[in-house]
């Protein structure tokens, strides 16, 4: 079970680094100056890939801990 592990770091870490691209994109999207309608919806944008990244952390935590169950 250990593929079940390593699988699932890579996966979280997969996660972490789609969150802190997220934070990038939300710096520099703050800084661009843009109107409310421009901010709004592309925090929107923003605010799907944010789930998404969280999401796939998530599961690729869980698979880490069911490798670890099992082992």
Known sequence: MGWLV???AALCLAGILGLVRCIQLALRTRNEG???AALQAR???LTILNT???G???LG???VIFGLILS
């Open 6 to 8: 390593y699988g699932g």
């Open 34 to 36: 843009l109107d409310d």
């Open 43 to 45: 925090f929107q944008k």
């Open 52 to 54: 998404v990244a969280l």
């Open 56 to 58: 796939v952390s998530a």
């Open 61 to 63: 935590l869980m698979l």
